[in-house]
């Protein structure tokens, strides 16, 4: 199975800060790789998909890039409503694997 | 609207069973491969079955192989999970999940564009 190592587990930051998640995949997943925004009590949200396609109605203040088998989600200028949790996704294939999930908590 | 409902969770005692429902609406749903993700209370998300479009490939997490099968009714616009010899745990908010259909230059699918509400499934004695 692929793994998805992602980092940090949690941050602190201010509205207004810049903002960087990394998920590593254990072997190449090409750019099958999607993040997901949940706040609690909800179903997650499709935020990224295809390493950097940004889904239909997500604010351009979030963004994805790739190198090899790092990915990144970036959020300039967090607002209010972008403190929750960020979870990576590969789906180049079966299982379809997570990454642990980073927290995004305000400072 | 797209929308998906799940239904049929509740509490079922350790080697039970339970069959979970997700009803689609406001998309052509016998075109899009579906997924059950689930996510056990307070921890993170975990990928639980695939099913194609016409049923042809399906896919299970190593977790539940064997126990869980995954199925759907084009006709009626629903995807199931059934659930056998459940564990402690198994005890989740289970999701129904749409597979995206993105065509640029290649099609790319695989990310969870579409997510239900979650249905909670607790199994204890």
């Known amino acids: 199975d692929i793994q998805m190592t992602q980092s940090p587990s949690s941050l602190s930051a201010s509205v207004g800060d810049t903002v960087t998640i990394t998920c590593r995949a254990s072997q190449t997943i090409n750019n099958y790789l999607n993040w997901y925004q949940q706040k609690p009590g909800t179903a997650p949200k499709l935020l990224i998909f295809?390493?950097?396609n940004l889904q239909t109605g997500v604010p351009s203040r979030f963004s994805g890039s790739e190198s090899g088998t790092d990915f990144t989600l970036t959020i300039s200028s967090l607002q209010p409503e972008d403190f929750a949790t960020y979870y990576c996704q590969q789906s180049y294939n079966t299982p379809k694997t997570f990454g642990q999930g980073t927290k995004v908590e305000i400072k | 609207e797209v929308q998906l409902v799940e239904s049929g969770g509740g509490l079922v005692k350790p080697g039970g069973s339970l069959r979970l429902s997700c009803e689609a609406s406001?998309?052509?749903?016998?075109?899009?491969?579906m997924n059950w993700v689930r996510q056990a209370p307070g921890k993170g998300l975990e990928w639980v079955s695939y099913i194609s479009s016409s049923s042809r490939y399906i896919y299970y997490a190593d977790s539940v192989r064997g126990r869980f099968t995954i199925s759907r009714d084009n006709a009626k616009n629903s995807l199931y999970l059934q659930m056998n010899s459940l564990r402690a745990d198994d005890t989740a908010v289970y999701y129904c999940?749409?597979?995206?259909?993105?065509?640029?230059?290649?099609?790319?699918?695989?990310?969870?564009?579409?997510w239900g509400q979650g249905t909670l499934v607790t199994v204890s004695s």
């Open positions: 999940a749409r597979d995206i259909v993105y065509c640029g230059g290649d099609c790319y699918e695989g990310a969870h564009d579409y």
């Open positions: 406001g998309f052509i749903f016998r075109s899009y491969s």
């Open positions: 295809a390493a950097s």
